[in-house]
Protein backbone atom coordinates (compact mmCIF):
# COMPACT_ATOMS: atom_id res chain seq x y z
CA UNK A 1 0.00 0.00 0.00
CA UNK A 2 1.17 3.22 -0.87
CA UNK A 3 1.51 6.03 1.52
CA UNK A 4 4.13 8.81 1.30
CA UNK A 5 3.65 10.59 -1.64
CA UNK A 6 6.56 12.68 -3.27
CA UNK A 7 5.72 16.25 -4.72
CA UNK A 8 6.57 17.86 -7.16
CA UNK A 9 6.85 14.43 -9.66
CA UNK A 10 10.03 16.22 -11.06
CA UNK A 11 12.15 19.26 -10.64
CA UNK A 12 15.15 20.40 -12.60
CA UNK A 13 17.32 23.39 -11.35
CA UNK A 14 20.53 24.91 -11.80
CA UNK A 15 23.39 23.67 -10.02
CA UNK A 16 24.09 25.61 -6.56
CA UNK A 17 20.57 26.30 -6.48
CA UNK A 18 18.70 24.61 -3.72
CA UNK A 19 16.21 21.76 -3.99
CA UNK A 20 13.32 21.63 -1.80
CA UNK A 21 10.53 18.34 -1.75
CA UNK A 22 8.08 17.22 -0.21
CA UNK A 23 6.52 14.13 0.62
CA UNK A 24 2.87 13.60 2.51
CA UNK A 25 1.60 10.66 4.07
CA UNK A 26 -1.96 9.30 5.52
CA UNK A 27 -1.47 7.65 8.83
CA UNK A 28 0.36 7.75 11.67
CA UNK A 29 3.90 6.92 11.40
CA UNK A 30 6.88 6.04 13.96
CA UNK A 31 9.59 7.08 11.87
CA UNK A 32 10.25 8.63 7.71
CA UNK A 33 13.19 7.95 5.74
CA UNK A 34 14.50 9.75 2.75
CA UNK A 35 16.48 7.46 0.15
CA UNK A 36 17.99 8.75 -3.17
CA UNK A 37 18.37 6.54 -6.26
CA UNK A 38 20.40 7.16 -9.19
CA UNK A 39 18.85 5.48 -12.59
CA UNK A 40 18.31 1.61 -11.97
CA UNK A 41 20.67 1.65 -9.20
CA UNK A 42 20.14 0.74 -5.47
CA UNK A 43 18.25 2.78 -3.20
CA UNK A 44 20.46 4.85 -0.80
CA UNK A 45 19.58 5.80 2.53
CA UNK A 46 19.98 9.42 3.17
CA UNK A 47 18.30 10.47 6.49
CA UNK A 48 16.21 8.86 9.07
CA UNK A 49 13.51 11.34 11.19
CA UNK A 50 11.65 9.98 14.25
CA UNK A 51 7.69 10.85 14.99
CA UNK A 52 8.77 12.72 18.03
CA UNK A 53 11.62 14.76 16.04
CA UNK A 54 10.90 18.12 14.04
CA UNK A 55 14.29 18.41 11.81
CA UNK A 56 17.35 16.76 11.17
CA UNK A 57 20.64 17.51 9.75
CA UNK A 58 23.10 15.41 7.64
CA UNK A 59 25.70 17.77 5.64
CA UNK A 60 23.87 19.56 3.02
CA UNK A 61 20.41 18.14 3.64
CA UNK A 62 17.55 19.28 6.16
CA UNK A 63 14.54 17.15 6.65
CA UNK A 64 11.99 18.67 8.73
CA UNK A 65 8.54 16.56 10.09
CA UNK A 66 5.48 17.72 10.72
CA UNK A 67 3.28 14.91 11.83
CA UNK A 68 0.07 17.27 12.17
CA UNK A 69 0.31 18.37 8.79
CA UNK A 70 1.76 14.19 7.87
CA UNK A 71 4.14 15.68 6.09
CA UNK A 72 7.65 16.19 5.54
CA UNK A 73 10.81 17.75 3.48
CA UNK A 74 14.02 17.31 2.15
CA UNK A 75 15.88 20.59 1.14
CA UNK A 76 19.15 19.74 -0.39
CA UNK A 77 21.48 22.95 -0.40
CA UNK A 78 23.76 24.14 -2.66
CA UNK A 79 22.91 21.26 -5.30
CA UNK A 80 25.76 19.77 -7.68
CA UNK A 81 25.17 17.85 -10.63
CA UNK A 82 26.07 14.96 -8.91
CA UNK A 83 22.59 15.33 -6.47
CA UNK A 84 20.72 14.30 -10.10
CA UNK A 85 19.02 11.08 -9.39
CA UNK A 86 15.24 10.33 -7.96
CA UNK A 87 14.41 10.48 -4.34
CA UNK A 88 11.89 8.84 -2.23
CA UNK A 89 10.24 9.31 1.25
CA UNK A 90 9.77 6.49 3.00
CA UNK A 91 7.15 5.96 5.79
CA UNK A 92 7.69 3.44 8.87
CA UNK A 93 4.62 2.27 10.84
CA UNK A 94 3.28 -0.26 13.68
CA UNK A 95 0.04 -0.50 12.80
CA UNK A 96 -0.27 -4.14 11.81
CA UNK A 97 -1.45 -5.36 8.46
CA UNK A 98 0.65 -7.37 6.15
CA UNK A 99 3.59 -5.55 4.88
CA UNK A 100 6.16 -4.51 8.00
CA UNK A 101 5.42 -0.84 7.31
CA UNK A 102 7.98 0.69 5.44
CA UNK A 103 5.70 1.87 2.33
CA UNK A 104 7.69 4.21 -0.32
CA UNK A 105 6.29 7.26 -2.37
CA UNK A 106 6.97 6.81 -6.31
CA UNK A 107 9.56 9.67 -5.74
CA UNK A 108 10.54 12.64 -7.13
CA UNK A 109 13.09 12.92 -9.97
CA UNK A 110 15.63 15.79 -9.37
CA UNK A 111 17.94 17.41 -12.51
CA UNK A 112 20.40 19.46 -11.06
CA UNK A 113 21.99 21.66 -14.88
CA UNK A 114 25.29 22.13 -14.77
CA UNK B 1 33.49 -3.01 2.76
CA UNK B 2 29.79 -2.89 4.60
CA UNK B 3 27.70 -4.11 1.15
CA UNK B 4 24.11 -6.10 0.11
CA UNK B 5 25.25 -8.53 -2.76
CA UNK B 6 22.92 -9.73 -4.59
CA UNK B 7 22.63 -12.35 -7.73
CA UNK B 8 22.32 -12.34 -10.08
CA UNK B 9 22.36 -8.69 -11.45
CA UNK B 10 20.29 -9.46 -15.14
CA UNK B 11 17.83 -12.81 -15.79
CA UNK B 12 16.13 -13.68 -18.65
CA UNK B 13 13.91 -16.81 -18.12
CA UNK B 14 10.86 -18.57 -19.32
CA UNK B 15 7.74 -19.12 -17.50
CA UNK B 16 7.60 -21.61 -15.57
CA UNK B 17 11.81 -22.39 -15.15
CA UNK B 18 12.42 -22.14 -11.03
CA UNK B 19 15.21 -19.31 -10.02
CA UNK B 20 16.45 -18.12 -7.11
CA UNK B 21 17.72 -14.83 -6.74
CA UNK B 22 20.73 -14.76 -3.89
CA UNK B 23 21.10 -11.71 -1.34
CA UNK B 24 23.71 -11.97 1.06
CA UNK B 25 24.53 -8.77 3.62
CA UNK B 26 28.15 -8.65 5.53
CA UNK B 27 26.99 -6.29 8.75
CA UNK B 28 25.30 -8.80 10.59
CA UNK B 29 22.06 -7.07 10.20
CA UNK B 30 19.21 -8.70 11.60
CA UNK B 31 16.53 -7.83 9.81
CA UNK B 32 16.12 -8.10 5.74
CA UNK B 33 13.94 -7.36 2.93
CA UNK B 34 12.86 -7.95 -0.29
CA UNK B 35 11.14 -5.41 -2.54
CA UNK B 36 9.83 -5.36 -6.28
CA UNK B 37 10.26 -1.42 -8.23
CA UNK B 38 7.97 -1.46 -11.41
CA UNK B 39 7.37 1.98 -13.13
CA UNK B 40 4.36 4.10 -12.08
CA UNK B 41 4.12 1.61 -8.93
CA UNK B 42 7.27 2.54 -6.85
CA UNK B 43 8.78 -0.06 -4.38
CA UNK B 44 7.07 -2.93 -3.14
CA UNK B 45 7.56 -5.18 -0.57
CA UNK B 46 7.51 -8.79 -0.93
CA UNK B 47 8.59 -10.51 2.20
CA UNK B 48 10.90 -9.45 5.47
CA UNK B 49 13.01 -11.27 7.86
CA UNK B 50 13.22 -10.29 11.70
CA UNK B 51 16.04 -12.62 11.92
CA UNK B 52 17.08 -16.35 11.22
CA UNK B 53 14.10 -18.25 10.54
CA UNK B 54 11.71 -15.33 11.07
CA UNK B 55 9.90 -14.62 7.67
CA UNK B 56 6.49 -12.88 6.70
CA UNK B 57 4.52 -11.85 3.97
CA UNK B 58 4.21 -7.56 2.99
CA UNK B 59 2.70 -6.46 0.09
CA UNK B 60 3.05 -8.74 -2.82
CA UNK B 61 3.90 -11.87 -1.74
CA UNK B 62 1.75 -13.86 -4.35
CA UNK B 63 4.32 -15.98 -6.13
CA UNK B 64 7.69 -15.78 -4.64
CA UNK B 65 9.70 -17.93 -1.60
CA UNK B 66 11.97 -16.86 0.91
CA UNK B 67 14.17 -18.72 3.62
CA UNK B 68 16.21 -17.26 6.28
CA UNK B 69 18.26 -20.29 7.38
CA UNK B 70 21.39 -17.86 8.36
CA UNK B 71 21.75 -14.42 9.46
CA UNK B 72 23.64 -13.02 6.43
CA UNK B 73 21.92 -14.63 3.25
CA UNK B 74 18.39 -14.06 2.45
CA UNK B 75 17.16 -15.78 -0.86
CA UNK B 76 13.80 -15.13 -3.13
CA UNK B 77 12.33 -18.07 -4.65
CA UNK B 78 10.03 -17.74 -7.54
CA UNK B 79 8.74 -21.57 -7.75
CA UNK B 80 7.16 -20.77 -11.60
CA UNK B 81 8.01 -17.60 -12.25
CA UNK B 82 5.56 -15.71 -14.77
CA UNK B 83 5.27 -12.60 -17.20
CA UNK B 84 4.18 -10.40 -14.47
CA UNK B 85 6.91 -10.79 -12.33
CA UNK B 86 9.16 -9.00 -14.78
CA UNK B 87 10.73 -6.45 -12.24
CA UNK B 88 13.97 -4.66 -10.62
CA UNK B 89 13.89 -6.35 -7.73
CA UNK B 90 16.45 -4.67 -4.45
CA UNK B 91 17.59 -7.20 -1.33
CA UNK B 92 17.80 -4.58 1.76
CA UNK B 93 18.77 -4.93 5.31
CA UNK B 94 19.15 -2.88 8.55
CA UNK B 95 20.10 -3.58 12.31
CA UNK B 96 16.52 -3.56 13.26
CA UNK B 97 13.38 -2.79 11.30
CA UNK B 98 13.28 0.76 13.13
CA UNK B 99 16.43 1.87 11.12
CA UNK B 100 17.13 3.19 7.72
CA UNK B 101 17.66 0.06 4.91
CA UNK B 102 21.05 -0.49 3.16
CA UNK B 103 20.33 -1.97 -0.36
CA UNK B 104 21.74 -3.88 -2.63
CA UNK B 105 22.43 -2.96 -6.77
CA UNK B 106 19.25 -4.46 -7.82
CA UNK B 107 18.38 -7.55 -10.41
CA UNK B 108 16.71 -6.48 -13.45
CA UNK B 109 14.51 -10.03 -13.74
CA UNK B 110 12.39 -10.43 -17.20
CA UNK B 111 10.38 -13.66 -17.91
CA UNK B 112 8.79 -14.30 -21.00
Known amino acids: SQQGEEDPQALSIQEGENATMNCSYKTSINNLQWYRQNSGRGLVHLIL?????REKHSGRLRVTLDTSKKSSSLLITASRAADTASYFCATKSYSGGGADGLTFGKGTHLIIQP | EAQVTQNPRYLITVTGKKLTVTCSQNMNHEYMSWYRQDPGLGLRQIYYSMNVEVTDKGDVPEGYKVSRKEKRNFPLILESPSPNQTSLYFC???????????FGPGTRLTVT
Open chain 2, 92 to 102: ASSLSRAEGQY
Open chain 1, 49 to 53: IRSNE
